[in-house]
């Protein structure tokens, strides 16, 4: 389960498509059975989270590894290489990052 705090220990991966709208559903659709399938068994693999835009323009890809190191092994699996090949065929451009989280603002009143 995705768990957002400053100072994790983990590495945040965003990659951010953009993409035409009709391709948008298609790249999520890929994105998620790419983690299903592959991404979730690759070791160091804690959890992602697809987010489709409600203007079908832009599909993002939040992830978290253990570790940098996991993350950067998990881009050299040839299975994890062929699924990202085939979800940057469908965007017109992607930016992939790590990031950190610098800082967490829950809404103390707010209902969970």
Same mark, same amino acid.
């Given at each position: 389960?995705?768990?957002?705090?400053?100072?994790?220990?983990?590495?945040?991966?965003?990659?951010?498509?953009?993409?035409?709208?009709?391709?948008?559903?298609?790249?999520?659709?890929?994105?998620?059975? +790419? /983690?299903? #399938?592959?991404?979730?068994?690759?070791?160091?693999?804690?959890? %992602?989270?697809? *987010?489709? =835009?409600?203007?079908?323009?832009?599909?993002?890809?939040?992830?978290?590894? +253990? /570790?940098? #190191?996991?993350?950067?092994?998990?881009?050299?699996?040839?299975? %994890?290489?062929? *699924?990202? =090949?085939?979800?940057?065929?469908?965007?017109?451009?992607?930016?992939?990052?790590?990031?950190?989280?610098?800082?967490?603002?829950?809404?103390?009143?707010?209902?969970?």
């Amino acid at each position: 389960m995705t768990t957002i705090q400053r100072d994790g220990q983990y590495a945040t991966f965003i990659n951010y498509f953009t993409v035409e709208p009709d391709k948008a559903r298609p790249l999520a659709d890929m994105l998620s059975a +790419a /983690t299903a #399938e592959v991404m979730c068994h690759i070791p160091g693999f804690i959890s %992602a989270n697809i *987010h489709l =835009s409600t203007d079908h323009t832009r599909v993002v890809n939040y992830a978290q590894w +253990a /570790t940098v #190191e996991a993350f950067q092994a998990m881009l050299e699996n040839p299975d %994890a290489r062929e *699924h990202m =090949s085939k979800c940057g065929e469908l965007a017109t451009s992607f930016e992939p990052r790590i990031y950190t989280v610098e800082s967490v603002h829950p809404n103390p009143s707010a209902k969970r």
